[in-house]
């Protein structure tokens, strides 16, 4: 900035001032005020001081847009690995909302993942077909990573725990870190030294991996190149973080690129190299799969690797209740990518078709009206019982409406934001500022396999959101 002679007024001197500033450089932050559990300044080095040997290296594996049994198979195979615990790795998934399958969205969630959002919107979806409790949809990431400090400011308005769409590059692999001091990754997009101050709302930068070229590669990595190339790549970058500071390393995938479908190119050697990766990662000491939601448990609390597999969060026991009650644990069947069980309504509309535990919608929900009345009354006796506050959906039994919880183990109390009215003035980079129409036309343009509800763009191969340095 230069400095302006004195006559010019100070509002002018103070607004160049920003705006210089917002293009290059994060706010300051002190860690003597900032401190953990609810405040963490952006670092490069382990929290609380902890050295890079005696933490654990984790690896996030996460999956966007709809959940669908071909997707959700596809994602399996890729956590098909054990925790040094000998828990079964788990992902997030943010999920969009058409074509998503309910039921698997509660078994995704009933078996210890996490199912995070890409669209305010959808909260009550999740909530309502999926039955996956409010308080446990924590997470965020734009479509397209196309966010802005608004899109942040409304996220942290609906309470959710953590944004993960902003990207890391060598000097800017940060730890998450908390945005009380506003952002302090994508400063070249003008995100960095803004007002935006968002008081315990954690950011969990995506952390890129440089492919050959020096390029950064961030989703759908195994798109840039033969796979052996790819593996070799990813495993160089996954040792810099191994052997350096430890910073979480990322595997971010569209599970779409990595499923076959007819007429589309067969990926099964990209699939089998990414898998082949996972698994060299999971005979590594040290190298925990972990949720975004996990490795914040962890970064507000931060313990020795040697005391991670002792973390509540960290077990996996699931409820034995002895019968099947539609909680996600139930028996299921898939096939030719249909998902059916016995307890299982199916609800079909023009351009959806689910699986749920609970009612379906009278009508197909819209943007409007995620949760259209219900299509059988409460007096109905195929009338499912919503999941309510004070029990998680492991233990709800939506026909009976009962909670097979009855000890302070299991107890769940949920606190968060209440379903909020959507805000439909375009004043979020996530709401609803695209027309239906538009996004039609940018998914087809792609694959034709999917749009997104809400007038949500979905990013099915253009998405892979590569960063050129
Ligand atoms: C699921 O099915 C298998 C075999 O079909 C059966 O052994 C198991 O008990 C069933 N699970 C539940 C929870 O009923
Ligand atoms: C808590 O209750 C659940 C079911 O009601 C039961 O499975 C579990 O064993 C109980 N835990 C304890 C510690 O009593
Ligand atoms: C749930 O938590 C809220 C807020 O902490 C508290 O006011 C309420 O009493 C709790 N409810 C139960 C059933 O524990
Ligand atoms: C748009 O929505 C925001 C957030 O709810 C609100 O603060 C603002 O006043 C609204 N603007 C208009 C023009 O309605
Ligand atoms: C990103 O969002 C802005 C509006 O906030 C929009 O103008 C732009 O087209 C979006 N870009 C993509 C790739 O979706």
């Known amino acids: 900035m230069k400095v302006i002679s004195i006559s010019t007024s100070i509002i002018a001197i103070i607004a160049l001032a920003q705006s210089t500033l917002a293009a290059t450089t994060a706010a300051p932050c002190d860690p003597n005020t900032c401190k953990l559990p609810s405040c963490l300044c952006p670092s490069l080095t382990p929290p609380n001081g902890l050295q890079p040997k005696d933490v654990?290296?984790?690896?996030?594996?996460?999956?966007?847009?709809?959940?669908?049994?071909?997707?959700?198979?596809?994602?399996?195979?890729?956590?098909?690995?054990?925790?040094?615990?000998?828990?079964a790795a788990k992902g997030s998934?943010?999920?969009?909302?058409?074509?998503?399958?309910f039921a698997l969205v509660q078994q995704w969630y009933a078996n210890g993942n996490e199912v995070a959002e890409e669209i305010a919107a959808a909260r009550a979806m999740l909530n309502q077909y999926g039955g996956v409790p409010l308080g446990k949809i924590k997470g965020f990431r734009a479509p397209f990573l196309n966010y802005t400090t608004d899109t942040l400011r409304e996220i942290a308005k609906q309470g959710f725990q953590y944004d993960t769409s902003s990207t890391g590059v060598l000097d800017d692999n940060f730890w998450?870190?908390?945005?009380?001091?506003?952002?302090?990754?994508?400063?070249?997009?003008?995100?960095?030294g803004s007002d935006l101050k968002l008081p315990g709302v954690w950011e969990i930068p995506m952390y890129a991996v440089n492919d050959n070229a020096g390029t950064a590669q961030l989703m759908d990595v195994y798109l840039s190149g033969t796979p052996s190339d790819v593996t070799s790549w990813s495993e160089t970058n996954f040792e810099r973080h191994y052997n350096g500071n430890r910073s979480p390393f990322g595997i971010y995938v569209h599970p779409t690129h990595l499923t076959n479908y007819p007429g589309l190119a067969d990926m099964s050697s990209q699939k089998a190299a990414v898998v082949s990766f996972i698994q060299s990662l999971a005979s590594k000491p040290d190298v925990w799969?972990?949720?975004?939601?996990?490795?914040?448990?962890?970064?507000?609390?931060?313990?020795?690797?040697?005391?991670l597999a002792s973390q509540?969060?960290?077990?996996?026991?699931?409820?034995?209740?002895?019968?099947?009650?539609?909680?996600?644990?139930?028996?299921?069947s898939i096939a030719s990518n249909v998902v059916s069980g016995n307890l299982l309504n199916n609800c079909n509309f023009n351009t959806a078709n689910w699986?749920?535990?609970?009612?379906?919608?009278?009508?197909?929900p819209t943007l409007d009206n995620p949760t259209p009345n219900n299509a059988v009354s409460d007096t109905d006796p195929k009338f499912r019982h919503a999941v309510p506050n004070n029990c998680d959906s492991l233990w709800w039994d939506p026909i009976a409406g009962q909670c097979l919880c009855s000890n302070?183990?299991?107890?769940?109390?949920?606190?968060?934001?209440?379903?909020?009215?959507?805000?439909?003035?375009?004043t979020t980079a996530s709401g609803p500022g695209s027309t239906p129409q538009q996004t039609k036309a940018e998914s087809s343009a792609v694959s034709g396999m999917t749009t997104a509800l809400f007038g949500i763009g979905l990013s099915m191969g253009v998405a892979a959101a590569v960063m050129a340095l």
């Open 408 to 426: 302070t183990t299991c107890a769940y109390n949920d606190t968060s934001v209440p379903l909020t009215t959507i805000t439909t003035n375009g």
């Open 176 to 192: 998450p870190y908390t945005l009380d001091n506003g952002l302090a990754n994508d400063c070249w997009n003008n995100l960095c």
């Open 312 to 332: 509540p969060y960290m077990q996996c026991t699931l409820p034995n209740i002895g019968k099947e009650i539609c909680n996600g644990l139930e028996n299921i």
């Open 56 to 87: 654990p290296q984790f690896v996030t594996i996460t999956f966007d847009d709809s959940v669908q049994a071909e997707l959700l198979a596809t994602a399996k195979d890729l956590l098909n690995v054990k925790n040094p615990n000998g828990c």
């Open 93 to 101: 998934w943010y999920v969009s909302m058409l074509y998503t399958n």
């Open 355 to 364: 699986g749920t535990c609970f009612n379906c919608p009278a009508t197909e």
């Open 289 to 307: 799969f972990v949720t975004n939601e996990q490795l914040l448990q962890w970064m507000q609390n931060p313990v020795p690797v040697s005391q």
